[in-house]
């Protein structure tokens, strides 16, 4: 099986700020990777798909990059909805996800 | 518009069994694969299981694998999950979600959930 390791675990931010989370699979799994965002009691949302693909309608702040074992999800300014956890994904093999990030009000 | 519904969650006594649903709707129910996905109290998600869009191939996570049964009814466009010898880790709320399974797939979709609990 594939292990999804996230960092960092949580982290807390101002709005306004660019935001850094990367995600490293145990082995290499392509561009195989999804990032969805999740907010608190509420079903997570598909953000970005195949490493770098926005879904439609996800604001334009949010790039995914990567490729092989080590991808990144960036916030280019971190807006007030964007406070809630994220999740990477592998959709190489039988699918697992990382075990998130909170991001959190500075 | 796509819609998820799940139902079927509730409390259930360690060892017991439990079926969820989930009626789909907005889309070619047997185009797409579909998936269960769950999120134990406070923690992270966890890939559960899955079925094809014909129905002909199932995937399980090696917690559930033999205990768990997945399958779908495409003349109800319904998805279900059954759950039997129901352990406390069991403990989550089961989301239902669209796509998930294949080489390069992702989930577009997902229910609201369904909170199941497993304690005496």
């Known amino acids: 099986d594939i292990q999804m390791t996230q960092s960092p675990s949580s982290l807390s931010a101002s709005v306004g700020d660019r935001v850094t989370i990367t995600c490293r699979a145990s082995q290499s799994i392509s561009s195989y990777l999804n990032w969805y965002e999740q907010k608190a009691g509420k079903a997570p949302k598909l953000l970005i798909y195949?490493?770098?693909t926005l879904q439609s309608g996800v604001p334009s702040r949010f790039r995914g990059s990567g490729s092989g074992t080590d991808f990144t999800l960036t916030i280019s300014s971190l807006q007030p909805e964007d406070f809630a956890t994220y999740y990477c994904?592998?959709?190489?093999?039988?699918?697992?996800f990382g075990g998130g990030t909170k991001v959190e009000i500075k | 518009e796509v819609q998820l519904l799940e139902s079927g969650g509730g409390l259930v006594q360690p060892g017991g069994s439990l079926r969820l649903s989930c009626a789909a709707s907005g889309f070619t129910f047997t185009t797409y694969a579909m998936s269960w996905v769950r999120q134990a109290p406070g923690k992270g998600l966890e890939w559960v299981s899955a079925?094809?869009?014909?129905?002909?191939?199932?995937f399980y996570a090696d917690s559930v694998k033999g205990r768990f049964t997945i399958s779908r009814d495409s003349s109800k466009n319904t998805l279900y999950l059954q759950m039997n010898s129901l352990r406390a880790e069991d403990t989550a709320v089961y989301y239902c979600?669209?796509?998930?399974?294949?080489?390069?797939?992702?989930?577009?979709?997902w229910g609201q959930g369904t909170l199941v609990t497993v304690s005496s």
């Open positions: 979600a669209k796509g998930g399974v294949y080489s390069g797939s992702y989930i577009d979709y």
């Open positions: 994904q592998q959709s190489y093999s039988t699918p697992s």
């Open positions: 079925i094809s869009g014909s129905g002909g191939s199932t």
């Open positions: 195949a490493a770098s």
